[in-house]
């Protein structure tokens, strides 16, 4: 018979069963090399970087050429070969790099240097974005340089008429004004117009399609468009472009298309010719009146139009301009009313006779009208102010006076200055300096005229007699010639010029300069003082006298 005795496990034999192993286990795994993420150093693949120095710039205002540094670093060990490719993400412009292809060696940079010839819009904004990309076998990177093309010199677009009415079978027209802003000049010109909603039975163009500006002007270009006899009534919007080298601007110009319209109108103005001088302001009086039962808007325009070329052009920078205030009149049936024309000449030392083309429209129904406007030739384009402009000078000395010589309508040259006297061989008369140069100056973006000093000195010798002269100052610049006066009081230099020092002969001169009256009555007064003065002398002995002690006896 076999028996079983049980395993009894007590909770102490436990305990020291787990100290064991937990002692057992520090020793053996202290004995190995301790680890961690930290110390494991993962090698990765040759590779290399792209960058762009500057990333961001902004277009020099002068729009001379712009350059950025493409900086190409290796990575892990990479070399090779690197192919650059060039992507304009928004804008375009031509650009330069001289290599394309660069080699980079294993833990070296090399740099390339791209160049931007043009603003990559042709409008102020921001910006123009050029990608770079370079990729060699597998690899790829790339990098943007951003370019803002800056505010600067500009113009502004503007439609006369806020937009044409007219009939099938119908002509109309409106007068586009470009205005210089920020002292900018040169060709702005405009491409075809063009349709920017449903389609449009007719046919539209400009009347010379270029404005030359010059700094702080405006000119203007006349959009002309046709209604085909099928046109269908409605509305349409025509975009109108104005370009310039660095610059664009668009505007809109709504065309409504009208049935026809009955009865007819006439345009008259009064006066039909003008005569102005430069940088002068006149109206005229545009008349509508209506008949044969004609009633609607009518559309005021002007145009100038010079026949300085082979063919007529507008948009003379140097000719007057028109202006229609209002440039829409609603007539009644038969009705009549007016407007102002406004004519306006430049601050320029120009003449020539101009013409002013006013045209009237209402639907098919157009009329023209022709102003005369005739600018004279300028008389002056300087002046000449002394000061003082009368002097008293003494003969054997000197005396001298200020020329102030101003430019008129911005007149830039040369000024040669000359004296004449009244009286040659008297005194002398000489301009310290003979030529002075006057230059217009810039002020808050305007022209302003400027003006040049001079110092006039006049001279004589001591035996020249007395006498007013006058002392002509010339200015002449080319055909135009100007000329102020100099007053000079001579005196002479003798002892009769100097006031006396004597003062015997100056109560003499005074006594007997006095008037009869006065000098008799002034014996007069000196007598009776000294009659009183004896007479007081003479009573004041005769009481000294009286007072006499009378005890006193003579022995």
Request: proline fraction near 7%; aromatic fraction near 10%.
């Amino acid at each position: 018979m076999h028996s079983i005795c049980p395993v009894s496990l007590r909770t102490p034999n436990i305990i020291v069963a787990i100290f064991q192993l937990l002692l057992f286990s520090t020793l053996f795994l202290s004995s190995l090399p301790y680890w961690s993420p930290a110390n494991v150093q993962a090698v990765g693949s040759p590779d290399f970087s792209i960058a762009l120095s500057p990333s961001f710039a902004v277009y020099p205002q002068d729009m001379s050429q712009l350059s950025s540094s493409i900086i190409l670093t290796s990575e892990n060990g990479f070399n090779g070969v690197i192919d650059l490719n060039f992507y304009w993400y928004n804008g375009s412009s031509d650009i330069f790099i001289s290599l394309v292809n660069p080699y980079l060696n294993s833990g070296r940079s090399v740099t390339e240097t791209v160049k931007i010839f043009s603003p990559p819009l042709p409008s102020t904004g921001c910006c123009g974005i050029l990608g770079v990309t370079g990729s060699s076998s597998s690899l790829s990177h790339s990098a943007n340089l951003t370019i803002a093309v800056p505010s600067g010199p500009d113009f502004a677009l503007s439609s006369d008429l806020p937009s044409i009415t007219l009939a099938p079978g119908a002509h109309g027209q409106s007068s586009v004004t470009v205005t210089s802003i920020d002292s900018v000049g040169g060709r702005v010109f405009f491409p075809p117009a063009t349709l920017q909603n449903s389609r449009f039975s007719g046919g539209w163009s400009f009347y010379l399609d270029e404005v030359w500006l010059v700094p702080g002007s405006r000119g203007s270009v006349m959009f002309q468009v046709y209604a085909a006899v099928d046109a269908l009534p409605g509305s349409y919007v025509f975009k109108i472009t104005g370009s310039s080298f660095s610059h664009s601007h668009s505007i809109n110009l709504t065309v409504n298309v009208s049935p026809i319209v009955s009865g007819d109108f006439e345009l008259t103005i009064n006066p039909e010719t003008l005569v102005m001088h430069p940088n002068t302001s006149i109206n005229a009086t545009m008349s509508l009146r209506g008949f044969d039962g004609f009633s609607g808007s009518v559309y005021l325009s002007a145009i100038e139009v010079s026949q300085c070329c082979p063919l007529p052009t507008t948009g003379d920078p140097f000719a007057p301009r028109a202006f229609a205030r209002p440039s829409q009149i609603m007539l009644g049936i038969n009705g009549f009313d007016n407007s102002n024309l406004t004519i306006e000449t430049p601050n320029l030392p120009l003449h020539g006779n101009y013409t002013i083309e006013v045209f009237a429209q209402s639907g098919s129904i157009i009329h023209a009208f022709n102003l005369t406007v005739t600018v004279p030739p300028v008389q002056k384009l300087f002046t000449i102010e002394s000061d003082p402009i009368s002097i008293i000078a003494i003969s054997g000395n000197s005396a001298s006076s200020t020329l102030v010589i101003r430019s008129i309508y911005d007149y830039a040259g040369t000024v040669n200055l000359s004296t004449t006297v009244s009286s040659p061989g008297s005194i002398q008369a000489r301009v310290g300096s003979e030529v002075v140069k006057l230059q217009p100056q810039v002020q808050n973006q305007y022209l302003i005229g400027s003006l040049a000093i001079a110092n006039l000195t006049i001279s004589s010798s001591s035996s020249t007699p007395s006498g007013t002269y006058t002392i002509t100052v010339r200015g002449t610049a080319g055909a135009y010639m100007y000329t102020d006066h100099v007053i000079v009081k001579l005196v002479s230099s003798g002892p009769s010029a100097q006031p006396s020092t004597s003062t015997s002969s100056s109560t003499r001169s005074n006594i007997f300069s006095l008037p009869i009256t006065v000098f008799y009555g002034t014996i007069a007064a000196l007598v009776i003082s000294v009659a009183v003065a004896v007479s007081l002398l003479v009573w004041s002995s005769r009481g000294k006298k009286d007072s006499v002690d009378p005890s006193m006896t003579t022995i």
